[in-house]
């Protein structure tokens, strides 16, 4: 009555533990996201256990026939296409339900895109947010950038290679041209790229090749520098009463936050506390 989450290789097959292997080889069923795409993986291991699909589009279906099965007794490991299940991809309603159900989750640990990219991306690894695959749409994409741009801490998300462009260029409108940033693609595999770099040398060396853009992406944000902020907040203080002499508080606000490079929300919640 055991449910194990097994992490598997984002790209080279001979990053996977032993404990993996043999938990993949004993338990009764194997739920994989992609039961082609797996497929590999398990003939390169002689691993013959039967699969079934499990994705985004069947999880809220299939979990409660799962997680019966578990009760009754079977064993089953829980894969993605690539990496540790569940981030950025599916599982949490199986393992939610599971645990609730008072079945044994059990994690299979091993390799991660995003822990991969953040220990040799060089930018502060102490602490840090993951934010997954940022909106297609670019006006909700500035929002979630936004959102995150005044944190003082690493901020990590996934994109795909038709939109990494386009993100770097909202990222910069954003976050202006001084912010450190690191580009890591396909980790793991030949033609693995880590690029560390400002943002504006980043944009350069997405357009110099259009092979630099194929791949898919870990992007990490390094955090705003601590003294920065508060002198931000100090510079914040000073012109948003000057501001708001002129004008109303939303304006102020917008103009005060282009200014500092203060999230905009904070400069009006300051703006209309006054």
């Given at each position: 009555?055991?449910?194990y989450i097994v992490a598997t290789p984002i790209g080279n097959l001979d990053d996977i533990t032993f404990r993996a292997i043999e938990v993949l080889k004993t338990v009764d069923v194997i739920l994989a996201e992609d039961t082609r795409h797996s497929k590999r993986l398990l003939n390169h291991y002689d691993i013959a256990t039967p699969m079934r699909a499990f994705h985004e589009h069947n999880e809220t279906q299939k979990s409660?026939?799962?997680?019966?099965?578990?009760?009754?007794?079977?064993?089953?490991?829980?894969?993605?296409?690539?990496?540790?299940?569940?981030?950025?991809?599916?599982?949490?309603?199986?393992?939610?339900?599971a645990k609730k159900a008072g079945v044994t989750v059990v994690p299979i640990p091993?390799?991660?895109?995003?822990?991969?990219?953040?220990?040799?991306?060089?930018v502060a690894s102490d602490r840090f947010s993951f934010f997954?695959?940022?909106?297609?749409?670019?006006?909700?994409r500035l929002k979630a950038i936004q959102a995150s741009a005044h944190l003082d801490e690493t901020a990590i998300f996934y994109e795909s290679p038709k939109r990494i462009l386009a993100c770097l260029f909202d990222f910069q409108s954003v976050l202006g041209d001084q912010r450190v940033v690191c580009l890591a693609k396909e980790?793991?595999?030949?033609?693995?790229?880590?690029?560390?770099?400002?943002?504006?040398?980043?944009?350069?060396y997405l357009q110099v090749d259009d092979a630099h853009q194929k791949g898919e992406f870990v992007i990490l944000i390094?955090?705003?520098?601590?003294?920065?902020?508060?002198?931000?907040?100090?510079?914040?203080?000073?012109?948003?009463?000057?501001?708001?002499?002129?004008?109303?508080?939303?304006?102020?606000?917008?103009?005060?936050?282009k200014i500092t490079g203060i999230d905009k929300k904070h400069c009006y919640q300051r703006a209309i506390d006054i």
């Open positions: 009555m055991s449910l409660t026939t799962m997680i019966n099965e578990l009760l009754a007794g079977k064993t089953m490991a829980l894969i993605s296409d690539a990496g540790t299940p569940l981030i950025s991809d599916p599982g949490y309603v199986l393992v939610s339900e091993g390799p991660s895109a995003i822990i991969s990219a953040l220990s040799a991306s060089g997954g695959f940022l909106p297609a749409k670019q006006t909700a980790l793991t595999k030949s033609f693995e790229t880590i690029k560390t770099d400002a943002l504006p040398m980043l944009i350069d390094s955090g705003v520098d601590k003294n920065n902020k508060v002198e931000g907040e100090e510079q914040l203080d000073k012109i948003l009463p000057i501001l708001l002499s002129e004008m109303g508080a939303s304006k102020a606000a917008k103009l005060a936050a």
